[in-house]
């Protein structure tokens, strides 16, 4: 196979374990700067120019879509579906998956639990929500955020009205949830493909963060799934439309919520806590999709 991986720099960790596994299986690989490729329709025809060549069509491509990007890629990913080749991170997918609340939506629309979130342009309701539903502390998550930027949380109603006042004047879209006490600063990461589920870590936060993010100095742990959890992980990623991506849970008294999925999950972390050699399980799954 010609497998592309879209990706902006050949030197990050995940784009580089996945040229070396591509490499391994012996296929033939190339990095292609989406942020580079023109795209061209003629004569109801799709190709992509890159660096002043009209790409050869590749059997399938590994979008390794930046969340400040997210816009082009979605577009470059979408020509090369419409050029017949597969992609294992779809552009709808990778639209549902970078808006918080649209994902939410999604999963709650396929019956997954998730804690109570809200919603609002306005917020003109905002408190007596806060009030009725959600209580202190609470969630509070910008829609496009990745890496735990954007998230805070919420301890009191003078915090709150600050929040609410900066956001409301910038009109930066937010979600609002509930906060999970006994998960407090540590959640459960799962690399799924397809059916499969690949690899599962546990992230506990450093003292006094509430976030879990390897990138803000958690530390990840093996740790094995309940079998409602591995089915959460592998519903959670069909509903949205991915074939493979990071699956976010937590572990609460009322059973395991989705926080979010990551259709770019990193691959340093998890594959140095784990041992698993992920990168290379991606490219089995990419074999055996292409055969269907």
Avoid: W
Wanted: charged residues 25%; aromatic residues 8%.
């Amino acid at each position: 196979m010609l497998i592309y991986i879209l990706s902006r720099n050949i030197e990050l960790y995940s784009t580089k374990r996945l040229y070396e596994a591509i490499k391994n299986a012996n296929h033939k690989v190339r990095v292609i700067n989406h942020m580079y490729c023109d795209l061209l329709i003629e004569n109801s025809q799709f190709s992509i120019i890159y660096e002043g060549e009209t790409l050869p069509t590749p059997d399938y491509i590994i979008p390794r879509i930046g969340s400040n990007v997210t816009s082009y890629g979605e577009k470059v990913i979408r020509h090369f579906e419409k050029m017949g080749v597969r992609s294992l991170t779809s552009s709808k997918g990778l639209l549902i998956s970078r808006d918080k609340l649209r994902c939410l939506q999604v999963l709650a629309e396929h019956s997954i639990n998730m804690p109570t979130t809200y919603f609002s342009n306005d917020f003109h309701e905002v408190e007596e929500i806060v009030k009725k539903k959600l209580g202190y502390p609470f969630i509070l998550k910008v829609t496009e955020g990745t890496q735990g930027l954007g998230v805070y949380l919420i301890k009191n109603e003078a915090t709150a009205q600050n929040f609410f006042d900066h956001f409301s004047n910038s009109k930066t879209q937010v979600v609002l949830q509930e906060f999970i006490k006994e998960s407090s600063g540590r959640d459960i990461r799962i690399i799924t493909a397809g059916q499969h589920i690949i690899a599962t870590m546990e992230r506990i936060a450093p003292k006094n963060e509430f976030r879990s993010n390897i990138h803000r100095g958690a530390m990840g742990y093996e740790i094995k799934l309940s079998e409602n959890e591995k089915q959460i992980a592998v519903k959670a990623l069909k509903a949205v439309g991915l074939k493979f991506g990071g699956v976010d849970i937590i572990r609460s008294k009322n059973g395991p919520l989705i926080l979010e999925i990551n259709s770019s999950p990193g691959l340093e972390g998890i594959e140095k806590t784990t041992q698993i050699d992920i990168a290379g399980e991606v490219v089995k799954f990419i074999e055996q999709d292409y055969k269907l």
